[in-house]
């Protein structure tokens, strides 16, 4: 059956204790307003304002050393994370809605479910 799937966010992963400073900065270097200082109510992620046909960015309070990671956005998030299995990333964990993945590379990125509708005008068609 076939699903879709796009580019969907750059993820800023701050290991701060305070992600408020991360924040300001990354709005102000960017030249994004803040959208959302705490998405979730717990102070781990915040969001700054893209327009539709832009990644999102997002912000997360991590535990590990700060680094950039992308997530791919995916109407059937296990039928992507499988093709991206057998194009040669690996599986690393669902956490919660989504697969953590590692590039043959090594680099980690995430396979989450559908994040803005309408999917937008960057979508691929998988087979």
């Known amino acids: 059956m076939p699903h879709h799937s796009r580019l969907s966010t750059l993820v800023l992963d701050c290991k701060v204790d305070d992600l408020q400073a991360s924040l300001e900065f990354w709005s102000a270097a960017l030249g994004k307003p803040i959208t959302d200082a705490d998405q979730d109510g717990d ?18 309070k991590v535990d590990h050393e700060s680094r950039v990671h992308l997530d791919i956005e995916a109407d059937d998030v296990d039928a992507e994370a499988d093709r991206l299995e057998k194009l040669g990333a690996r599986k690393v964990a669902f956490v919660k809605r989504w697969w953590v993945m590692e590039a043959p590379s090594g680099h980690r990125f995430c396979v989450v479910r559908q994040q803005r509708k309408p999917f937008g005008p960057h979508l691929n068609r998988w087979e």
């Open 43 to 60: 102070g781990r992620y915040a969001e700054l304002r893209t327009d539709a046909d832009e990644p999102v960015i997002l912000l997360q």
